[in-house]
């Protein structure tokens, strides 16, 4: 008996108790707490350098359609059927490397 007239005469005290320990385990811990912001801090990094690759690899694409579409060039043309096609003249002499 002595226990439930502690807890009702100190009821502010043991909300306030437990008030802070709910906010202090959902700051760090919580969908939205610490460890949670960290983690997304770290993949949206990785989808920065994601997304700088990508534009990379879709610059270089377009550069080399540019290359093949209107005003064809041909030095690149010819590297292009050269390194796929294997193809050289009589007087050159072909090497594989790999």
């Known amino acids: 008996m002595k226990f439930f007239e502690i807890l009702k ?5 043991f909300f ?13 811990g ?12 770290a993949y949206e990094k990785k989808l920065t350098i994601n ?7 879709l610059e270089t ?12 060039d041909l030095d690149y043309l010819d590297t292009l059927y050269r390194s ?3 193809f050289g003249t009589k007087d050159e002499i072909l090497i594989k490397l790999k």
């Open 30 to 41: 919580g969908e939205r707490g610490l460890i949670s912001y960290f983690e997304k801090n």
């Open 61 to 72: 694409v377009e550069h080399k359609n540019k290359l093949l579409s209107k005003n064809i």
């Open 51 to 57: 997304n700088l690759n990508l534009k990379k690899k």
């Open 16 to 28: 306030q108790v437990f008030f802070t320990l709910y906010v202090g385990i959902n700051l760090i």
């Open 84 to 86: 796929k096609l294997k």
């Open 9 to 13: 005469s100190k009821k502010l005290f």
